[in-house]
């Protein structure tokens, strides 16, 4: 049965799954919910995802939701290439820079927090967009000094840190962040730019992208 994949163009969760999927070799039907439009909210879509986020995996029956929950249900059904180290203390370390973006930049700054913002809080624009950028930098620096040697964050391939990385990056360069203080994430992020498998992946591409 092929696998459905529950996502939107521009969500990062959804983006981290569209580059776990084509690191793994696997094909997949793409059903678009547009975000900005509640789509996620319809009642069709929490029969399957009751929480209303995307992304949603269904497969034979099953259906899976977060976005770190379905990278290592991939990884693990799917062992080749691996996400994960091998060894108990390099899974702790990827998982932890993995988890400095998916845990800790991304849930302050998704679409549903910048719209509370906006509609409960009477923040501007102005103010949005530097909230977005407070946290990013943040997490951003931390990453910088937890980067190693290797090409990738997760070592010589490219594995779940920087799932979750190049996506939050592509956030970064849409709320204008400067980079400059980030020059090993900048290099992995542009050797990852060239992986087919995270090319494919990347918002531009998708099939429902819109402006």
Request: with cysteine; proline share 7%; glycine share 6%.
């Amino acid at each position: 049965m092929t696998m459905i994949l529950h996502d939107y163009w521009r969500s990062s969760a959804a983006y981290r799954v569209r580059i776990g999927l084509n690191l793994k070799g696997l094909g997949f039907e793409s059903v678009s919910h547009d975000l900005r439009a509640g789509e996620q909210r319809l009642p069709s879509y929490r029969s399957v995802a009751p929480q209303g986020l995307v992304p949603a995996i269904e497969q034979d029956g099953v259906v899976l939701t977060q976005s770190l929950a379905i990278l290592e249900w991939l990884d693990e059904v799917h062992p080749t290439p691996a996400f994960l180290p091998a060894d108990a203390a390099g899974r702790a370390r990827v998982r932890a820079l993995a988890y400095t973006v998916a845990m800790d930049i991304h849930p302050v700054n998704n679409l549903r927090i910048l719209k509370t913002l906006k509609t409960d809080f009477d923040a501007g624009q102005d103010a949005i967009d530097d909230w977005v950028r407070r946290w990013i930098a943040e997490g951003f620096a931390a990453l910088e000094a937890m980067a190693g040697a290797g090409d990738y964050l997760s070592g010589a391939t490219p594995g779940l840190a920087d799932i979750c990385l190049v996506p939050q990056w592509y956030n970064a360069e849409r709320f204008a962040l400067d980079t400059a203080p980030y020059p090993k994430l900048a290099a992995i992020v542009a050797r990852a730019n060239k992986h087919p498998a995270f090319a494919a992946a990347h918002p531009g591409r998708h099939p429902h992208a819109t402006d």
